[in-house]
């Protein structure tokens, strides 16, 4: 008596830690939402009675050991770990009475066949199954109202059987065997914490003697019961298994959209406030007080009296003084100064580096410009040997060589123009030596 106490608490305690650690992890990870997280009620507690039948929709009168079902009454409990909303992990606990007459091995219609029958006590019972639930799919209702499942697992349980009048069966004590139960049934939710549970479930014995008689086959029998399930959790939090996330995130949304769209009209109101605003402003920036011509937002002297000449900033305008221009005379002198830098003046080949002999000829028109303040342009040409892009370039080089040198001497920068015209402005044919001699120059144009 002790073992079988015993072993009958181990194997509860085992199968209600598993149901409840084996997923514990996972107890607030499945709540996401698009606003933000969810709590879900998932765990519940059930507990059921109904009608216990060696009868099944797998086995007819002629094909198990007895013929006739006589329905007794069971009870039930389980507990629940619901994972998705289509499919939790359910731990049964189960008990009752299964009873049945008229044993087949009898001649039918005899007397012995009348008075044989078979009462099987399940002391208790304990399985562990996936309940797979059709999910809530609606656009409109949160909450599902009927809520469909199919259940199926593994168990365990200790029945005794007691036959009367059967010469092929025997009593037996209280035996444990392992099972495997599939049910189906629907739930039908009342609340948030609430649901009313119906359900079938075929219980398909792993022994050929649950009823005491050993034939070829393992024996079964059916539990339909009706009774309530209980959801443990956060007071205004649903049911996971009901649950339809997709009315859930149509409501937000809706919401949402709403308050987006107030906003949006506000916006617009202070836009529209803001661009007359901004209207009126800009008729009176650009209006024009005083008639002068320049408008009151550019006018920096608002009130000019009529008739008056005003500049663009609405001023009255100053009479100029008088402008004394000095007449630039260039002698013979100055242009043969210009003429010798021009005859001394060299480069190194292919490049815009001015050779030293050219420095003393070149320091004499520096002088000049800094003296009577002339302006010079310096215009550089190349013949046309080499590509039009590298001989504009040297050309420009060149001149611009020829500035820096006479800067560097104390002449004004602002006063020098360099511009390169490569091989396109020729003063000799380009099919002689020297031809395209004289083509590589540099002129000085004083002015």
């Known amino acids: 008596?002790?073992?079988?106490?015993?072993?009958?608490?181990?194997?509860?305690?085992?199968?209600?830690?598993?149901?409840?650690?084996?997923?514990?992890?996972?107890?607030?990870?499945?709540?996401?939402?698009r606003f933000q997280?969810?709590?879900?009620?998932?765990?519940?507690?059930?507990?059921?009675?109904?009608?216990?039948?060696?009868?099944?929709?797998?086995?007819?009168p002629a094909n198990g050991d007895f013929r006739t079902p006589e329905e007794k009454l069971g009870y039930g409990a389980y507990i629940k770990q619901?994972?998705?909303?289509?499919?939790?992990?359910?731990?049964?606990?189960?008990?009752?009475?299964?009873?049945g007459f008229r044993a087949n091995s009898l001649a039918t219609g005899s007397n012995a066949q009348e008075n044989s029958s078979f009462e099987s006590?399940?002391?208790?019972?304990?399985?562990?199954?996936?309940?797979?639930?059709?999910?809530?799919?609606?656009?409109?209702?949160?909450?599902?109202?009927?809520?469909?499942?199919?259940?199926?697992?593994?168990?365990?349980?200790?029945?005794?059987?007691?036959?009367?009048?059967?010469?092929?069966?025997?009593n037996t004590n209280y035996e444990k065997h392992w099972f495997v139960?599939?049910?189906?049934?629907?739930?039908?939710?009342?609340?948030?914490?609430?649901?009313?549970d119906l359900g079938y479930t075929v219980y398909f014995m792993k022994t050929n003697n649950f009823d005491g008689v050993r034939s070829n086959l393992n024996d079964r029998f059916s539990y339909a019961h009706a009774g309530l399930e209980f959801a443990l959790g956060k007071k205004k939090s649903p049911q996971l298994q009901n649950y339809s996330a997709l009315a859930d995130l149509r409501e937000q949304t809706a919401t949402e959209t709403a308050q987006l769209r107030a906003q949006l009209a506000a916006q617009a109101a202070a836009a529209e406030q803001n661009r007359l605003a901004d209207q009126q402003q800009y008729a009176k920036d650009m209006g024009d007080d005083d008639s002068d011509g320049v408008a009151n937002k550019f006018d920096k002297c608002p009130g000019s009296p009529a008739n008056t000449p005003v500049d663009g900033s609405g001023c009255p305008l100053k009479v100029?003084?008088?402008?004394?221009?000095?007449?630039?005379?260039?002698?013979?002198?100055?242009?043969?100064?210009?003429?010798?830098?021009?005859?001394?003046?060299?480069?190194?080949?292919?490049?815009?580096?001015?050779?030293?002999?050219?420095?003393?000829?070149?320091?004499?028109?520096?002088?000049?410009?800094?003296?009577?303040?002339?302006?010079?342009?310096?215009?550089?040409?190349?013949?046309?040997?080499?590509s039009v892009t590298v001989n504009q370039k040297l050309s420009k080089d060149r001149a611009e060589a020829i500035k820096a040198y006479l800067v560097a001497q104390g002449?004004?920068?602002?006063?020098?123009?360099?511009?390169?015209?490569?091989?396109?402005?020729?003063?000799?044919?380009?099919?002689t030596a020297a031809g395209r001699q004289q083509n590589r120059r540099v002129e000085f144009s004083l002015l």
């Open 1 to 33: 008596m002790m073992n079988t106490i015993f072993t009958k608490t181990v194997l509860v305690t085992s199968l209600l830690g598993l149901s409840i650690s084996a997923f514990a992890q996972d107890k607030s990870s499945d709540t996401t939402q």
């Open 37 to 60: 997280k969810k709590s879900f009620r998932t765990f519940s507690i059930g507990l059921n009675g109904g009608m216990l039948t060696h009868y099944t929709p797998f086995n007819g």
């Open 82 to 99: 619901q994972i998705l909303p289509g499919f939790g992990i359910q731990a049964d606990f189960m008990a009752g009475k299964v009873n």
């Open 121 to 170: 006590r399940i002391e208790w019972s304990a399985a562990l199954s996936g309940n797979f639930t059709v999910a809530n799919l609606s656009l409109n209702k949160k909450r599902n109202l009927l809520s469909p499942y199919l259940t199926a697992g593994a168990g365990y349980m200790s029945s005794s059987a007691n036959v009367r009048n059967t010469p092929d069966g025997a």
């Open 181 to 196: 139960p599939v049910g189906a049934g629907f739930k039908i939710g009342l609340s948030n914490v609430v649901n009313i």
């Open 320 to 386: 100029p003084a008088p402008v004394v221009t000095e007449r630039v005379i260039i002698t013979e002198a100055d242009r043969k100064v210009v003429g010798d830098a021009i005859k001394n003046l060299e480069f190194d080949l292919g490049k815009a580096t001015i050779k030293e002999k050219s420095y003393a000829t070149l320091n004499r028109v520096a002088g000049l410009l800094v003296e009577k303040n002339f302006s010079l342009k310096l215009a550089g040409h190349t013949d046309n040997t080499g």
């Open 411 to 431: 002449a004004n920068a602002s006063r020098i123009e360099a511009t390169g015209y490569g091989s396109t402005q020729p003063i000799a044919t380009n099919k």
